[in-house]
T-cell receptor, first 113, second 116 residues
Framework: QKEVEQNSGPLSVPEGAIASLNCTYS??????FFWYRQYSGKSPELIMS????GDKEDGRFTAQLNKASQYVSLLIRDSQPSDSATYLC?????????????FGTGTRLKVLA | ETGVTQTPRHLVMGMTNKKSLKCEQH?????MYWYKQSAKKPLELMFV???????ENNSVPSRFSPECPNSSHLFLHLHTLQPEDSALYLC???????????????FGPGTRLTVL
């Protein structure tokens, strides 16, 4: 059973701090990695995608991928109260002749003003 | 209208009712997906369509019946549901599916379904 693990939180950080969200996955042949943000009662929206080892930066967000250790993380710099949401990690890869995306349960982030 | 749209946004139905959820994508994508999101559980993939062909049926009970008449529209027909089927049903699309996958999925706003 392929799995994606996230700490459910809540992760509480003060406004202006760096929030660090982590995700581990079990399938070594995973190829694509995504972070989605989901506000309560809303649908997931893409924050970052990453496909290669290393860091990828987009504004205040940095995704880090380490395939050898099978983890992917998301750093949010200068956290704002509007960043308070659940962050979903998704991992994609070939499985039994098709391509599947497996989601974690999400980490709830609370940014305290 | 842009992105992925879903109707209705909220649905309450009895266990003997028949209803349908509709999804439409305006992104020119070739793949469409149905997901179920229940409280405290990860998103569960239900069905995947690639160019109107079903490429994945993730052991979903037959009381859920998908239909994809073209690459822009996806339906989920519901009949004789159970209370445990109450959840947020999300539609998504991506450029490709199958072994060409790896593209970003874009989600619709979801249908909040309550089965009484």
């Amino acid at each position: 059973q392929k799995e994606v693990e996230q700490n459910s939180g809540p992760l509480s950080v003060p406004e202006g701090a760096i929030a660090s969200l982590n995700c581990t996955y079990s399938d070594r042949v995973s190829q694509s990695f995504f972070w989605y943000r989901q506000y309560s009662g809303k649908s997931p929206e893409l924050i970052m995608s990453i496909y290669s080892n290393g860091d990828k930066e987009d504004g205040r967000f940095t995704a880090q991928l380490n395939k050898a250790s099978q983890y992917v993380s998301l750093l949010i710099r200068d956290s704002q109260p509007s960043d308070s949401a659940t962050y979903l990690c998704a991992v994609g890869g070939p499985t039994s002749g098709t391509y599947k995306y497996i989601f974690g349960t999400g980490t709830r982030l609370k940014v305290l003003a | 209208e842009t992105g992925v749209t879903q109707t209705p946004r909220h649905l309450v139905m009895g266990m003997t009712n028949k209803k349908s959820l509709k999804c439409e994508q305006h992104l020119g994508h070739n793949a469409m997906y149905w997901y179920k999101q229940s409280a405290k559980k990860p998103l569960e993939l239900m069905f995947v369509y690639s160019l109107e062909e079903r490429v994945e049926n993730n052991s979903v009970p037959s009381r859920f019946s998908p239909e994809c008449p073209n690459s822009s529209h996806l339906f989920l027909h519901l009949h004789t549901l159970q209370p445990e089927d109450s959840a947020l049903y999300l539609c998504a699309s991506s450029q490709e599916a199958g072994l060409l996958g790896g593209d970003t999925q874009y989600f619709g706003p979801g249908t909040r379904l309550t089965v009484l």
